[in-house]
């Protein structure tokens, strides 16, 4: 059974940062693409970054650049989202997936998700 938990959210003031982890199980991460995705209130799921196998990034939404980084170690099995420089529109549940198919993390039609990651950025 694949299952992929996210943790490290919380509270913060602006300016501050968080990382955030996503432990994968009952699959082999190196394979994957994977994504992290978040869904502030009444917006849209959004695609924030994705890694392919190599753990090289192959994507970054606009307003994060410069201040979110990913980066995975598939031998923990772990994905990271580094967030520095947190603004109050980065409040928001935040979510990894994983595919193995680069276009489904992209259409945000992932086939495994994580239950999701409160932040909340207060200004």
């Known amino acids: 059974q694949v299952q992929l938990v996210e943790s490290g959210g919380g509270l913060v003031q602006a300016g501050g940062s968080l990382q955030l982890s996503c432990v994968a199980s009952?699959?082999?991460?190196?394979?994957?693409?994977m994504g992290w995705f978040r869904q502030g209130p009444g917006k849209e799921r959004e695609l924030i970054a994705a890694?392919?196998?190599?753990?090289?990034?192959?994507y970054h939404l606009d307003s994060v650049k410069g201040r979110f980084t990913m980066s995975r170690d598939n031998s923990k099995k772990t994905v990271y989202l580094q967030m520095n420089s947190l603004k109050p529109e980065d409040t928001a549940v935040y979510y990894c997936?994983?595919?193995?198919?680069?276009?489904?993390?992209?259409?945000?039609?992932?086939?495994?998700w994580g239950q999701g990651t409160q932040v909340t950025v207060s200004s």
């Open positions: 997936a994983a595919d193995l198919n680069y276009g489904n993390i992209v259409r945000r039609r992932a086939g495994y």
């Open positions: 890694a392919g196998w190599s753990g090289g990034e192959t």
């Open positions: 009952g699959l082999t991460l190196s394979a994957y693409y």
